[in-house]
């Protein structure tokens, strides 16, 4: 950022949005060159490679976007990742800059995160009539709304976070609720995690029809942009199996449910290779039954051993269920984000459902953190001596009789080093003492003599 930028907190803001905006069209730009140019030989041309890599820029703010006249809403979230990533440090850039010239004016710094958002999203509406390329484009509304909605949950989250404004925003909030937060972060978190195993054990499994696949789309560079795109894809499909732990299973085409308890015949797919994954029907396999039940207890052991530090046991249920809330809040925004649709015929509907997915999520997470935090503390009353060494102890924290015991023993210790402080003396009283006491056995002495 230039010098000039650095001194003043408006100059920072215009140039961080729009910097961000930059960076995400340049690595448009770069991606399309890199698997395009290639593959198209002499006939490709630069301003070509210029205007597919800004609509792929704007089709990652999940705005919609129109390729070959057909409306689609999909979108691989590994590019909303990469520009996610760009506008959260545009907005720590931000942050670090007010506290380099001490600004900490709650109004001044609001209206700088806006600006900074404003000049993010005007950025992108630039770029939506250089982005035509035959019949295909994207909206100007789509992408105004969807640049200002990602920057503002990216980069005026990060904003807030490690400016002035992040400590008071904390100093005014519940006590319970970024406990609450962390807790549904970390039960998602675990989620997440066994859906990642689940992807990557079903390519294993299926990794005869993954090659098969990924041989009918052609070798070399033609094959290039389709491994780019699973790649990118591959977020989308850790929801969509995210959903299947959770329950109500995902979509992949009109009328289709990919779920443990059996899949509907979907017809015939496209030849993407990251589709050979999917089951082939008849309920879960073997190997999937195991994280099917893994998934929502290791995720209710991370939301107990969080809200353990709630307190006293009604306490600690309460945040766990809110945690649960949160987590199936979460988990509907991501589904929402990992689904769509391509065109209005049979992938109208790919992915999870929002809704489905959140609820089901939300109430497995909630049953399973309740159940560790009330099984330690029956635990607790049953085995009294042995709740210090336990592990689940440790995890659902102490109960209210166990801290005004520890309390006690604390108080009682105390007042045991306080009452054996006193009675050490002083060493030179000591000496004082011992000198006058053979003083006076010496005068004493005398007097007998005489």
Known sequence: MP???????WLAAAWTGIGAAVIGATLGVLSVAIVWMPASGASGHWTSTVRAGLLTFLAALHGGVTVDGTDTHFLPLGL?????????????????????????????????GFAQTVAFTLSCLIAVPFAHLGTSSAPVLGVGCAAALLFSLTGGVAFVRWSALGGRLLARLPAMLPRCTRAAAAGLVAYVGFAALLVAGSLVVHHTRVTALSGQVGGGWAGVPILALGVLAAPNAVIAATSYLAGPGFAVGSGTVVGATGTAAHGVLPSFPLLGALPDGGGAASFVWPLLVAAPLIAGFAVAGIVRGAGGFWFRVRDAVLSAALAGLAMAVLAWQGGGSIGGGRLATI???PSRVGLALGVALAVCSTAVVCVGAAWRRIR??????????RIVGPSGREAAKARLVAVGKAVQTTAVQGKVADPANTAEKHKASEKGKATEKGKRAG
């Open 3 to 9: 010098d000039a930028a650095g001194r003043s907190l």
């Open 80 to 112: 909303l990742i990469v520009v996610g990533c760009a506008a959260w440090r545009a907005g720590a850039v931000l942050a670090d800059t007010a506290w380099s010239i001490d600004e900490t004016d709650s109004v001044r710094l609001l209206v700088a």
């Open 351 to 353: 992915g999870a459902s």
């Open 384 to 393: 009294p001596a042995h709740t210090g060494s336990s592990s689940l102890a």
